[in-house]
C-alpha cells in the first residue's frame, strides 16, 4: 500500500469540507476520485499534496504516519499535483518551469541555461513527449502546460501523481493524449490519482475508483463492478435518469437565420434556428463552433453574409445590438465572460435588464429582490439568498444563474456555448431540463457541446462542423460516429474503425 | 460575527482614534478645531467620493489634483473679470467635467490603461494650468467667495454641507443607479457586463467626467479657503483621495468601494494630521504615520478576505 488515508476531516471558518475521508492507493495503479462539485474531493487532494493540513484523522505513505506542512515536503516525499489551473510561470521556458525551484544548490545562485535545457530535454525525451525545452510556457496549449507540470512531477522523482480534473480543457485527441501518458506512467510503478467528472473517461483509464459525497468517502471498488447508473447513484445519493431524452416537440417558424456568413475561419455558415427546437452543434475543437456563437452574438461582426432575426436583418456589432434583438449567449467560459462572480447573484440576474427594475432613473430594490426571487425558485438556483455574491456558489448553480439572466431578460435565441463544462452530473440534468422548457416556451436554442453523448441525448438535429464549414445535418437519434465522420477534416473511407475516425490526429 | 467586526474595523478606528485625541489633548475637542478638520477634509472628501466610482470600476484616476488646480483657477480669473460667483462656481465645475471628460474619452476610445491616461493628464493639466497663468497665482477677489471654503451655515461649514449633498448623492448613484450598477458590474467583470450587453464605453467615460466634476468643485472649495486660483494647488491629492478609498475598503482590481467607507477613510486621514498637529508630532513622521495606516488598513482587509474566500473545493 503506497497511500492511505483514513477519517481524514478538515473544516473552513465553521463549514466541513471534508468529514470522512478514506482512500487507498496502490503501487503503479491508477486511482479514480470522484463526486460532485463541494463533495471534497479537492481538498482530500489537497491535504495528500501539503497545501491544507487535515484536521483529524490519518495519513499513511509507505506504511509511516506523515503530516505535510508544505506542498514542498508533500514532494520531497515523492508526491506531485498536476493542477487544474496551470501553475507555471508563464515567462519562463519549459525547462525553467521543470526545474523551478530544484535548480541544483552546487550552481550557487547562478541558472545555467543551456545544462537546465538538456537535463529538461533528457526528461521529456524519456517520456516521449514533443516539447521543446527552451519554448516560453505561455506559448503552449492547454495540453503542452499540463506537460509541462508532468515533467516536472516526474524529474522531482514523484512516485504518486494526483491529477486534477486534466482533461476539461483538453480537446479529444489531447485527451487521448494524456491517457496514453497516465498508461505510461502506471506502466513505470507510478501511483496516479485522476479527478474526473467525466464519466465517460472512466473505462478508458481506471482501475479503481473511490466516489466521495457531501465529504466523506462512500464506495471503492473495482470499475468492472461498477455500471456508469451504479457510479452516478452512489455520487448523487440517489437514483438519477442518467439518460436523459428530451421529447421531440413540433417546431415552429424560423427565428434565427444565418445566411452565407464568413468570418475568420467561419465560411459561408448557413444555418437556421426554429421556435421550440434544440439544435445541436457537434465538431472538434478549432471547427469554429465558438467563434460562430460569437458572430451571432456581436462580438466578431461578420465580414460577410447576413443575420437575420424573425425575419429581419439584424447587423450588430456589439452584444448589446444582438441582446436588443432578443439573442442570449450562455458562453464557454462561464466565470470570466458570464458572471461578475464579486457581484451578488441578484445583481447579475438583473444586470442585462435594468431598466425591468427601474422607475425614474432609479433601481428599486425591492422589484429586484423579488425578480431575484422568482427566478431563483424558477430555476432552483440553490443559495441561501439572492445576496450571495455569484463566486460563492458551485458551478452548476453559476450557470443557472447565467440562464436566469437572459431568462429575466425576455430572450428568444439561446446560444449554449459547452453548457455542461465543468459541472457535476445532477446538475447537469437540470441544465438539459431549463433547456428543454425553454424549448417548450418557444425559444429557439442552439447547443455547442464536445460531449457527443449529450448532443445526442438533448438535440432535436444536429449541425456538425468541420474547418469553419458546417459539414452536414444529422437527425438527433444519430450516433456518435456519424457525427465524428462528419467532423473529422478528412472524410474516411467506409470500412474504417470507428475508433481510427474518432481519432484524427491534429497535433 | 469576527467577519462582521473585521468590516467595521475602519469606523472603530475612526472612532477610538477620536476619542484617543478627545483625552490626549485638550484642544481636539472643540467647536473650531473641529471646524478646521472638517474644512481641510472636505476638499480631499469631495474628490475621494469621484475616485471612489472610478476604483469600483478597476480604474484610477491621478489627474484629480491637477483638475482642482485648473477648474480654481479658471473659476477665480471668472470672478476676477467680474462673473457673479455662482456662476464662476459653474465654471470650475465645468472646467472639472471637461477635464474628466477627456480622461474618459482617451481611456474609452484609443483603450489606454487608465493609469497611464491619467499620469498623463496629470502633467498635462497642470502644465496648462500654469501656461494659462503664467505661473502666477490669481489674487484680488472679493471677500463674498470666502463663504464656499470658510462660511459656516446653521453654525456648521458651509463645505461640509457640499460634502454631505455630495455624498448622499453620490451614494444614491452607486446603489440606486444604472450607473453606479454597471460600475460595480465592469469592476467586477468588465467582460461579463460587456456580454450582457452594457454600453461599457459611454459609461465608463460618464464615470471619469463625474470624477472630473467632483474635484472641479473641490477645486472652487479650495480656491475660495486660499482666496487665490493656484495652478499649484492640489499637488499629491490625488494621493490622498485614493488613499481615502482604499482605506474605506475600495479594492484597486475593481468591484469594491462604499461612499461610507471612503468617507471615514478621509476623516481618518484628517484626524491623524489634525492629533499629530495637535500633539506637536513632527510633521516629517505624520507622513509615515499616514503611509502605516493605509498599508495596515490594506493589510487587514486582504486578512479578511482571504478568510472569506477559502471555500471547499
Known amino acids: 500500500m503506497l497511500l492511505s488515508l483514513q477519517g481524514v476531516q478538515k473544516s473552513f471558518g465553521g463549514v466541513k469540507a471534508l468529514r470522512d475521508g478514506n482512500l487507498e492507493v ?22 495528500v499534496a501539503g497545501m491544507f493540513r487535515r484536521d483529524a484523522g490519518q495519513m499513511l505513505w509507505r506504511g509511516q504516519p506523515v503530516s505535510f506542512a508544505r506542498p514542498a515536503e508533500a514532494s520531497a516525499q515523492g508526491i506531485a499535483m498536476v493542477h487544474q489551473e496551470s501553475l507555471l510561470a508563464p515567462h519562463l521556458s519549459v525547462a525553467e518551469n521543470i526545474f523551478l525551484g530544484h535548480e541544483g544548490a552546487s550552481t550557487g545562485g547562478w541558472v545555467n541555461r543551456g545544462k537546465i535545457n538538456e537535463r529538461a530535454a533528457r526528461v521529456i525525451a524519456a517520456n516521449g513527449f514533443r516539447l521543446d525545452p527552451a519554448t516560453r510556457v505561455a506559448s503552449l496549449t492547454p495540453a503542452g502546460k499540463q506537460l509541462v507540470e508532468i515533467c516536472r512531477a516526474i524529474a522531482q522523482g514523484s512516485s504518486l501523481l494526483i491529477f486534477d480534473e486534466p482533461t476539461s480543457s483538453l480537446s479529444e485527441s489531447e485527451t487521448r493524449e494524456v491517457f496514453r501518458i497516465v498508461r505510461e506512467l502506471c506502466s513505470r510503478r507510478i501511483a496516479v490519482i485522476y479527478i474526473t467528472h467525466r464519466l465517460e473517461e472512466l473505462r478508458a483509464i481506471g482501475d479503481r475508483v473511490t466516489i466521495l459525497r457531501d465529504g466523506a468517502t462512500v464506495h471503492t471498488a473495482h470499475l468492472k463492478e461498477l455500471t456508469r447508473e451504479d457510479l452516478i447513484q452512489h455520487m448523487v445519493g440517489r437514483p438519477v435518469n442518467a439518460i436523459y431524452r428530451r421529447e421531440p416537440q413540433p417546431r415552429g417558424k424560423a427565428l434565427l437565420q444565418v445566411e452565407n456568413v464568413s468570418r475568420g475561419i467561419l465560411r459561408e455558415i448557413s444555418l437556421s434556428l426554429h421556435e421550440g427546437e434544440i439544435v445541436g452543434l457537434g465538431g472538434l475543437m478549432g471547427a469554429g463552433r465558438t467563434e460562430l456563437c460569437r458572430v ?54 438583473t444586470m442585462p435588464d435594468l431598466a425591468r427594475i427601474s422607475s425614474l432613473g432609479f433601481l428599486r430594490s425591492n422589484r429586484e429582490t423579488n425578480l431575484a426571487n422568482e427566478f431563483r425558485d424558477r430555476l432552483r438556483i440553490r443559495c441561501s439568498t439572492p445576496q450571495q455574491l455569484a463566486g460563492r456558489l458551485s458551478g452548476g448553480n453559476q450557470q443557472k444563474i447565467v440562464i436566469a439572466k437572459w431568462v429575466a431578460r425576455g430572450a ?7 453548457p455542461t463544462r465543468g459541472i457535476d452530473v445532477a446538475a447537469k440534468q437540470e441544465v438539459f431540463e431549463q433547456m428543454d422548457k425553454l424549448a417548450r416556451q418557444g425559444a429557439a436554442i442552439l447547443m455547442v457541446s464536445s460531449e457527443l453523448p449529450e448532443l445526442v441525448q438533448v438535440a432535436d438535429r444536429i449541425l456538425v462542423m468541420c474547418e469553419g464549414r458546417i459539414t452536414g445535418e444529422l437527425p438527433g437519434r444519430t450516433t456518435q460516429e456519424e457525427i465524428m465522420r462528419l467532423a473529422a477534416p478528412s472524410a474516411p473511407r467506409p470500412g474504417d474503425s470507428a475508433e481510427a475516425r474518432a481519432l484524427p490526429d491534429r497535433t | 460575527m469576527m467577519q462582521r467586526l ?27 478645531n473641529l471646524a478646521s478638520v472638517a474644512r481641510q477634509t472636505a476638499v480631499i472628501n469631495i474628490m475621494a467620493l469621484g475616485m471612489t466610482l472610478v476604483i469600483i470600476t478597476g480604474g484610477i484616476d491621478l489627474s484629480v489634483g491637477s483638475i482642482l488646480a485648473i477648474a480654481g483657477l479658471f473659476g477665480a480669473m471668472g470672478i476676477k473679470h467680474g462673473l457673479p460667483i455662482p456662476a464662476a462656481i459653474f465654471v470650475g465645475i465645468g472646467c472639472g467635467l471637461l477635464c474628466g471628460l477627456v480622461n474618459g474619452l482617451m481611456i474609452t476610445q484609443f483603450r489606454i490603461n487608465p493609469f497611464i491616461v491619467t499620469l498623463g493628464t496629470l502633467e498635462a493639466y497642470r502644465g496648462l494650468a500654469l501656461v494659462v497663468s503664467k505661473g502666477l497665482p490669481v ?33 444614491l448613484v452607486l446603489e440606486h443607479t444604472k450607473l453606479g450598477r454597471y460600475a460595480f458590474a465592469i469592476g467586477s467583470n468588465s467582460a461579463a457586463a460587456y456580454y ?17 466634476m467632483l474635484a472641479g468643485l473641490a477645486g472652487m472649495i479650495e480656491a475660495s479657503r486660499l482666496m487665490t486660483g493656484q495652478p499649484t494647488a492640489g499637488q499629491g ?8 478609498v482604499v482605506i474605506g475598503g475600495g479594492s484597486l482590481v475593481g468591484g469594491e468601494g462604499s461612499v461610507v467607507g471612503t468617507l471615514i477613510g478621509a476623516f481618518i486621514i484628517g484626524l491623524l494630521s489634525n492629533g499629530s498637529d495637535l500633539l506637536g508630532v513632527n510633521p516629517y513622521w505624520q507622513q509615515v504615520i499616514i503611509g502605516a495606516v493605509i498599508i495596515a488598513a490594506v493589510a487587514f482587509d486582504e486578512l479578511r478576505k482571504r478568510k472569506l474566500s477559502v471555500s471547499r473545493a
Open chain 1, 296 to 349: 451571432i452574438f456581436g462580438l466578431d461582426p461578420p465580414d460577410k453574409g447576413v443575420i437575420r432575426v424573425a425575419g429581419r436583418a439584424i447587423h450588430s456589432k456589439t452584444p448589446r445590438q444582438a441582446v436588443a434583438a432578443g439573442i442570449a449567449l450562455i458562453p464557454e467560459d462561464r466565470q470570466n465572460h458570464g458572471l461578475a462572480l464579486k457581484l451578488p447573484i441578484a445583481h447579475n440576474i
Open chain 1, 412 to 418: 428568444r435565441i439561446f446560444l449554449f456555448d459547452e
Open chain 2, 237 to 244: 491629492y490625488e494621493l490622498q483621495a485614493i488613499a481615502a
Open chain 2, 139 to 171: 489674487h484680488e477677489i472679493p471677500d463674498s467667495f470666502s463663504f464656499l471654503g470658510d462660511g459656516n451655515l446653521l453654525g456648521v461649514p458651509f463645505s461640509l454641507w457640499v460634502l454631505a449633498i455630495c455624498a448622499v448623492l453620490m451614494h
Open chain 2, 6 to 32: 473585521q468590516r467595521l474595523l475602519p469606523f472603530l478606528t475612526l472612532i477610538v482614534l477620536f476619542f484617543a485625541l478627545t483625552i490626549a489633548t485638550p484642544h481636539f475637542l472643540t467647536a473650531i
Open chain 1, 26 to 47: 496502490c503501487e503503479g495503479e491508477v486511482h479514480l476520485l470522484m463526486g460532485e462539485n463541494g463533495a471534497g474531493k479537492s481538498t482530500l487532494m489537497k491535504i
Open chain 2, 196 to 212: 450582457a450587453g452594457v454600453p461599457i464605453n459611454f459609461h465608463l467615460t460618464a464615470v471619469y467626467a463625474i470624477a472630473g
